[in-house]
């Protein structure tokens, strides 16, 4: 409906630039000044209008993402059970315009967890958006930013234990939610996270 609406007005504006255009032509060059000022500021109008319409066009994308997936406080996780290697789950959550998730608090790690179990399997793991790949032993996250939460799984296998072959952070459904390093090349599920407002 928004958008329909940015249609309209931008048709209003090319006819009233029109207009002007032409009714200069007849009057003479004394208004020359006055028009070309006007027809200026219409198209810094137009320009932001596109810019608008645009915004909206992703919006409107963002939310039908999000209507396949499940929304959470902030984004929406979308599941891709095709397994792939950590930088391809990356590379497609990116081309989707998110990115691997990332769970920033325990109980975002929880939901994360339940949406996996309900809609990839009770039985599977997934890439998390978290590896240590340039410094051994620092967790950092796709921004390249250190980790202020992890769930890692340290009761019984003291993760992360994989040293420099494992390199990549996955989620595990039969730990119930528990982090665990794994090699980048090996193949996984994924989720998608997209920030909203």
Known sequence: MEVRGLRVLFCL?????????????????????????????????????????????EQQALQSVCLKGIKIIGKCF??????????TAIDDCLAKGGTVSTPLSGDENDQLFDYVRRTIGPEEHIWLGVNDIVTEGEWIDQTSTSLRFKN???????????????????????????????????EKASVCEFNIV
């Open 13 to 57: 504006l090319l006819i009233n630039a029109s207009f002007q255009q032409s009714s200069s032509k007849k009057k003479g060059g004394k208004k020359d000044a006055e028009n070309n000022v006007a027809i200026e500021e219409l198209k810094k109008q137009i320009d932001n209008i596109v810019v608008e319409l645009n915004l909206l066009k």
């Open 78 to 87: 979308l599941a891709d059970a095709t397994k792939k290697n950590y930088h």
């Open 152 to 186: 890692w799984e340290t009761d019984i296998t003291h993760q992360p234990d994989g040293g420099r072959t494992q390199n990549c952070a996955i989620l595990s459904t039969p730990a119930n939610g528990k982090w665990f390093d794994e090699s980048c090349r090996a």
